[in-house]
Nanobody, 124 residues
Framework: QVDVVESGGGLVQAGGSLRLSCAAS????????MGWFRQAPGKEREFVATITWSNGYTYYADSVKGRFTISRDNAKNTVYLQMNSLKPEDTAVYYC?????????????????WGQGTQVTVSS
């Protein structure tokens, strides 16, 4: 079992920045990678970014590439999502998740453990 807890959401104006944190605890050694997803009202959950624990390989959704940066601190079992140049369309509940399986990490079905989510609201 891996417990995942997100923090750092809030309200920000368009063009601003936020940093989300995701702390993993429990059997973290079984986790291969972490990912961030988001879900806006009335929309399906969508992939944002993923990072592997071992070598820090990252991959981003096209919609956030160049604006968001995912990083990890292995010593703290924590993953971060730095979000810059935020847009109103980035408004969503952001979820952090852990997966044990390798692969691209784009599919939410590959993830085994999920956090409760943190709200990000970007005003225009």
């Amino acid at each position: 079992q891996v417990d995942v807890v997100e923090s750092g959401g809030g309200l920000v104006q368009a063009g601003g920045s936020l940093r989300l944190s995701c702390a993993a605890s429990g059997r973290t050694f079984s986790s291969y990678a972490m990912g961030w997803f988001r879900q806006a009202p009335g929309k399906e959950r969508e992939f944002v970014a993923t990072i592997t624990w071992s070598n820090g390989y990252t991959y981003y959704a096209d919609s956030v590439k160049g604006r968001f940066t995912i990083s990890r601190d292995n010593a703290k079992n924590t993953v971060y999502l730095q979000m810059n140049s935020l847009k109103p369309e980035d408004t969503a509940v952001y979820y952090c998740a852990a997966r044990r399986s390798p692969g691209s990490g784009l599919d939410s079905a590959l993830y085994d453990y999920w956090g409760q989510g943190t709200q990000v609201t970007v005003s225009s």
